[in-house]
T-cell receptor, first 112, second 114 residues
Framework: GQNIDQPTEMTATEGAIVQINCTYQ??????LFWYQQHAGEAPTFLSY????GLEEKGRFSSFLSRSKGYSYLLLKELQMKDSASYLC?????????????FGQGTELSVKP | GAGVSQSPSNKVTEKGKDVELRCDPI?????LYWYRQSLGQGLEFLIY????????KSGLPSDRFSAERTGGSVSTLTIQRTQQEDSAVYLC????????????FGQGTRLTVV
């Protein structure tokens, strides 16, 4: 079966650092993605990990441990505009090579 | 077009009616996905097309739901005999290939069944 878990909500302060965790149990694995979704808008791509370790891109970093079925998204120097839902997704290779399975999303609120 | 285009952006329909939702992927993208998102929820996988291969329909919630992709480009998601629980935002995404790292999402169609 497919199971992807994230915290439902998180709150952080402007300028601070926040870590959003994601654990997964899937029948197959071919990469883990993080997407950002502002209210009423389409999801936009943030990061991709397929090998263990940390990927850094500006204020955002993403970490993957395949043996633990675990990833986190790290947001530094938080800004008010970072208030959004953050979606963790796993690519299930299946028989077509690309199906993305999403978690429920973590609603992040950044306070002044 | 520059991005994934979905139409209509909003659709209100009466319970029991059929609806068709359209997705125009980015030109040249071979992979196309349909997802459903209920209010405050994550993305629920519905169906996935990759090139000329048979689609992965494992996420379709019932036989009232079907989708096709003509000519490897435009896709239509059809919901027959709509029910109130079908009310949600239906999102379409495309990517250049199945193995591409990023899927690009359209703005979605907000479906309301009354």
């Amino acid at each position: 079966g497919q199971n992807i878990d994230q915290p439902t909500e998180m709150t952080a302060t402007e300028g601070a650092i926040v870590q959003i965790n994601c654990t997964y149990q899937t029948s197959g694995f071919n990469g883990l993605f993080w997407y950002q979704q502002h209210a009423g808008e389409a999801p936009t791509f943030l990061s991709y990990n397929v090998l263990d370790g940390l990927e850094e891109k500006g204020r955002f970093s993403s970490f993957l441990s395949r043996s633990k079925g675990y990833s986190y998204l790290l947001l530094k120097e938080l800004q008010m505009k970072d208030s959004a839902s953050y979606l963790c997704a796993v690519r299930d290779p299946g028989n077509q090579g690309g199906k993305l399975i999403f978690g429920q999303g973590t609603e992040l609120s950044v306070k002044p | 077009g520059a991005g994934v285009s979905q139409s209509p952006s909003n659709k209100v329909t009466e319970k029991g009616k059929d609806v068709e939702l359209r997705c125009d992927p980015i030109s040249g993208h071979t992979a196309l996905y349909w997802y459903r998102q209920s209010l405050g929820q994550g993305l629920e996988f519905l169906i996935y097309f990759q090139g000329n291969s048979a689609p992965d329909k494992s996420g379709l919630p019932s036989d009232r739901f079907s989708a096709e992709r003509t000519g490897g480009s435009v896709s239509t998601l059809t919901i027959q005999r709509t029910q109130q629980e079908d009310s949600a935002v239906y999102l379409c995404a495309s990517s250049p290939t199945a193995g591409h790292t990023e899927a690009f999402f359209g703005q979605g169609t907000r479906l309301t069944v009354v």
